[in-house]
């Protein structure tokens, strides 16, 4: 297993600390994702390259793009999925 870490933008507490694991675990080959807010970052194991170009995306969507890509719209989508996050915590 290989091993990455991805700034991302928008991560602002334990609920989107959870809700990025969530989606990272998500993926298959995927394994020890550690996500902190402090640092901006989300750190895991993988088997498969492709799979960060996807895990990438999925964050896009879930409001927490790549570190300094971040739209007025993703920081409004971002403070949902941080809600939904804190709720099934």
Same mark, same amino acid.
């Given at each position: 297993?290989?091993?990455? +870490? +991805?700034?991302?933008?928008? =991560?602002?507490?334990?609920?989107?600390?959870?809700?990025?694991?969530?989606?990272?675990?998500? #993926?298959?080959?995927?394994?020890?994702?550690?996500?902190?807010?402090?640092?901006?970052?989300?750190? #895991?194991?993988?088997?498969?390259?492709?799979?960060?170009?996807?895990?990438?995306?999925? =964050?896009?969507?879930?409001?927490?793009?790549?570190?300094?890509?971040?739209?007025? =719209?993703?920081?409004?989508?971002? #403070?949902?999925?941080?809600?939904?996050?804190?709720?099934?915590?």
């Amino acid at each position: 297993m290989k091993s990455t +870490i +991805i700034e991302i933008d928008n =991560l602002k507490c334990g609920g989107c600390e959870h809700t990025v694991n969530k989606a990272v675990e998500s #993926f298959e080959g995927v394994e020890s994702v550690q996500t902190s807010s402090e640092e901006g970052t989300v750190r #895991f194991s993988y088997e498969d390259e492709e799979v960060i170009e996807r895990i990438k995306n999925k =964050l896009s969507s879930l409001g927490y793009p790549p570190a300094g890509t971040s739209s007025t =719209l993703q920081k409004a989508v971002s #403070f949902v999925s941080c809600a939904k996050g804190r709720i099934t915590k």
